[in-house]
């Protein structure tokens, strides 16, 4: 993956021409695509700095909260062995991201000056699929979608084992059935990955067919914002705030979760009932993930003060892990 998103964005620098000629064209197109504040809605020439620019550098920005607790990242720290590993681990989790993602940006930018919005079928997703045909030899460019269609695998198949397995292993045997042979675990944890995997199927296309005009990469973030959400506001107050109690952290995972599709399909149309139109464009510029992680995280944090058992039960507790 890390060879495929390095390599294809020096392959396209090259075909444009160098990054003199990228520029040139870009701002052809749009001057405005080479501001921090990005074009404007309006047409080419519309961008600048204004309110919906600053919401919207915040709202894409707070994708990277999802980091902080999503399942499929956070089982990878449960699994150290040891302290030694976080080092080397973080090096290598960092180095990783920094080509990975700079490679996709790259891929972007430059598939913008190099192709029409007609060679993409008016569709942007299509960029890496059409750059690796049209600038690869045949096999390269098999090779490259393999190596894409990898990076959406391994965040499937991490997904689903991970919630397959808390459902059936952490909660069936443990709470329910611990008597369950590990023969029965597996048949039944299979039985339950297929399951999820067809209604998460059948939950994205739903979500694509009501939601047409912005595409796979907002489908994806929207499930990316619902796991955000649900875990990151537990998985940090647990980490750096002594009081979270187990009440204040399943209410904040339903709020969270909640939050998601209220601030997606229920709150923008409420607000321009209201005559609020302005504050639902704000809210679409900045999409759903930052305020639906703000309420679980406030949830959070109202539910556990209030939780006065739970803070009971909690007392010493400190102590004794630090002893």
């Known amino acids: 993956m890390v060879i495929g998103l390095v390599a294809l964005p020096l392959v396209a620098f090259d075909f444009a021409g ?7 064209t870009l701002e052809s197109i749009d001057p405005h695509l080479l501001s921090w504040h ?4 309006d047409g080419p020439g519309s961008g600048g700095w204004n309110t919906s620019a600053i919401v919207t550098i915040f709202g894409m920005a707070a994708i990277g909260i999802g980091f902080m ?34 490679g996709a940006v790259l891929v972007g930018l430059f598939g913008r000056a190099i192709f029409s919005p007609d060679a993409l079928s ?26 894409v269609l990898s990076a959406i695998m391994s965040t499937i198949d991490s997904l689903l084992v991970v919630a397959s397995s808390a459902g059936v292993r952490d909660y069936w045997q443990k709470s329910r059935h611990p008597e369950m042979s590990d023969e029965r675990l597996l048949g039944l944890t299979r039985k339950v990955t297929i399951t999820l ?7 994205g296309i739903g979500i694509m067919l009501k939601d047409k005009e912005n ?35 399943k209410s904040a995972m339903v709020a969270g979760f909640l939050a998601v599709p209220l601030f997606k399909w229920a709150i923008p149309p409420l607000l321009d009932a209201a005559g609020h139109e302005e504050w639902s464009g704000y809210l679409a510029s900045l999409d759903v993930l930052l305020p639906s992680f703000i309420v679980g995280f406030l949830v959070a944090v109202v539910v556990s003060l209030c939780d006065k058992k739970g803070l009971a039960r909690m007392e010493g507790m400190v102590e004794e892990l630090r002893g």
């Open 69 to 102: 607790g999503s399942p499929q990242v956070f089982v990878r720290y449960i699994s150290m062995k040891n302290e030694k590993q976080i080092l080397p681990g973080t090096i290598t989790a960092g180095v990783w991201t920094v080509l990975a993602d700079s």
């Open 122 to 147: 008016g569709n942007a997703d299509n960029i890496l699929p059409v750059m690796a045909q049209d600038l690869l030899p045949a096999f390269f460019a098999g090779l490259f979608i393999a190596m």
């Open 18 to 24: 160098g990054w003199g000629a990228i520029a040139s």
């Open 38 to 41: 990005g074009p404007g809605e």
């Open 197 to 203: 995997s067809l209604i998460s199927f059948l939950i």
């Open 215 to 249: 595409g796979v990469f907002w489908t994806i973030i929207f499930g990316w914002s619902g796991i955000a959400a649900t875990f990151c506001p537990t998985v940090i107050l647990s980490l750096f705030w002594s009081k979270l109690t187990a009440l204040g952290a």
